[in-house]
């Protein structure tokens, strides 16, 4: 007898992204032997004591290095790309929650208007 597949969304999922991306992934290789903290101390006078938070230097750096290893040229696609890969969401920190979807949305904003995504490519 043929089984069959019915589509149904649960309301809670409950998965670890750690538990999800494979020890041999290449964004695992790179989080244990690549420290991109550096990019603070090398942007923090760029960075203005008051005023709105700014999104992560190295949040930022992250995506952008997610974008060149995978081959994505448009920083917008990258944002939509980024809500569908758990290793790309583990990498980066942002996770499920809906804070981080603020993140994410702070981001788009920056894209958009390019602040900050240059200052980051400069450092690199």
């Not at 969304?9 to 420290?35: M, N």
């Amino acid at each position: 007898m043929m089984g069959q597949h019915s589509r149904s969304e649960a309301l809670f999922y409950y998965l670890r992204l750690e538990d999800q991306v494979p020890e041999s992934h290449l964004l695992r290789l790179i989080e244990k032997h690549i420290s991109v903290a550096f990019v603070r101390e090398k942007l923090k006078d760029s960075y203005s004591e008051t005023g709105r938070p700014s999104i992560d230097p190295e949040l930022l750096l992250r995506i952008l290095l997610i974008g060149y290893l995978y081959g994505v040229t448009s920083e917008r696609k990258l944002v939509e790309e980024l809500r569908m890969h758990l290793a790309w969401r583990w990498f980066t920190g942002l996770g499920f929650d809906p804070r981080d979807s603020a993140s994410l949305h702070v981001l788009e904003e920056s894209v958009r208007t390019f602040s900050g995504v240059e200052t980051v490519r400069a450092v690199v």
